[in-house]
């Protein structure tokens, strides 16, 4: 199995391609135009949902099926299409053109794989199997805490880890204070001060006591 190397993307003002026009392609145009990329979309049909998008203007719609030549210029393409000799083509050109692809479940044509995000705030986790099962990457996703999470889980088997991201103003409210004083604290500093206690105060919504435990951990520990 392929070892991936995980990044995330800076795709804002670049050309991205997708071919398809179904639920999959516009879940990743969705994505794609959230992220800031300039979209194409290459289909001779659409959604409702991918039809109104074009009509504002917010991606190109090409209403064909894809030629070679539709990943010229493009810096990212997704192929949300099951047509084999299609993917098979999308790939080739894609490689020529050195151009990022994801083949839509078809991992041994892919350039990259999209993992399975959970989002909170300001904090994006993205899980990932290298493509060997989506559902597992699913399963851990929605233990995490995402957005649709089974009726049949209790909630108390959740990991809370994707909790801290309501931590994350005040953690970096803190982090400037500290830099603005010319003092910084150890990474273990920070975890020490990242407890159970702390979360809970989190989740209360109590800020002002949040704020007050971590620069009284924190500030023990500062170099000047």
């Known amino acids: 199995m392929t070892d991936y190397y995980p990044a995330y993307l800076n795709i804002a003002g670049r050309r991205a391609v997708v071919i398809g026009g179904g639920e999959v392609a516009e879940r990743k145009t969705a994505q794609l135009l959230a992220s800031g990329a300039d979209v194409t979309l290459v289909s001779p049909g659409a959604t409702p949902e991918l039809e109104r998008i074009a009509s504002e203007g917010r991606l190109r719609w090409v209403r064909r099926a894809y030629v070679v030549g539709d990943l010229a210029g493009a810096w990212l393409a997704v192929a949300a299409t099951d047509d084999p000799e299609v993917q098979r083509s999308v790939h080739a050109e894609a490689e020529r053109e050195k151009t990022l692809l994801n083949v839509v479940d078809v991992a041994e044509l892919c350039g990259f794989i999209a993992p399975s995000i959970v989002q909170r705030g300001p904090v994006t986790v993205a899980v990932s199997t290298g493509g060997a099962s989506p559902a597992l990457a699913r399963k851990i996703r929605e233990l995490m805490g995402g957005t649709q999470n089974p009726p049949h889980y209790d909630h108390d088997t959740f990991c809370r880890c994707i909790e801290w991201s309501d931590a994350a103003d005040a953690l970096a409210d803190v982090r400037a204070e500290l830099k603005a004083q010319g003092r910084s604290a150890s990474p273990e500093a920070w975890q020490e001060a990242m407890d159970e206690q702390l979360l ?24 000047p």
């Open 200 to 223: 809970d105060l989190v989740r209360a919504g109590k800020d002002v006591e949040v704020r007050r435990r971590l620069r009284s951990a924190l500030l023990s520990d500062a170099e």
